[in-house]
């Protein structure tokens, strides 16, 4: 009988010793000094991102941006004549994929047939640089004629013949 009172009170005397480090852990815990942290690291940041237009632009005295010539005199306003005005109404050149985001791994939205017409929209506001070139592939945000908007590749589209 009085080894299980002297475990009852050992078993007593652990709790009691245990309620009392939570205590003070959580009382430690809510106090208002600075927890330090550990510096964020460094990430470096590539998209792999091809140009497709092979000059480097210049800005010239008049603002227009403009490719050298080789004797250093700036030529006429460089424009890429391939690159999509927004508003500008397009067709697909055969099945066409809409994707979720400017990828081709991301989810595809719908597939639209030949003949199918599109109207080629502005960047969303977290795109800096329009249209989005990955890997050698142009990217345009298009919305179609059922209202849906997504991604297309540049060259599963075409501008609509006029007549």
């Known amino acids: 009988m009085m080894g299980t009172m002297r475990m009852t ?10 309620a009392v480090v939570l205590v003070i852990t959580f009382v ?4 208002d000094q600075p927890v330090a942290t550990l510096p964020a690291p460094q990430v470096t940041v590539e998209s792999g991102v091809t140009s497709l237009t092979p000059a480097a632009p210049k800005t010239g005295e008049s603002g227009v941006t403009t ?9 006429a306003p460089l424009i890429d004549p391939d690159v999509l005005a927004v508003g500008v109404e397009v ?7 809409i994707y979720a985001a ?3 791994n991301a989810p595809t939205l ?11 929209l502005g960047p969303p506001g977290d ?3 329009y249209p989005v ?7 345009y945000r298009v919305r179609a004629e059922d209202g849906l908007v997504g991604w297309v590749m540049a060259d599963g589209i075409e501008i609509v013949p006029i007549g």
Request: charged share 25%.
């Open 9 to 18: 009170w050992i078993v007593r005397m652990v709790a009691g010793l245990t």
């Open 28 to 31: 430690s815990a809510c106090t």
């Open 67 to 75: 490719a050298d010539e080789p004797d250093g005199e700036p030529s």
């Open 91 to 97: 067709q697909a050149r055969g099945m066409l994929r």
């Open 102 to 104: 400017a990828e081709p």
């Open 110 to 120: 719908a597939e639209y047939a030949a003949g199918d017409r599109f109207t080629v």
């Open 127 to 129: 795109i800096v640089v």
């Open 133 to 139: 070139e990955l890997s050698g592939v142009r990217w």
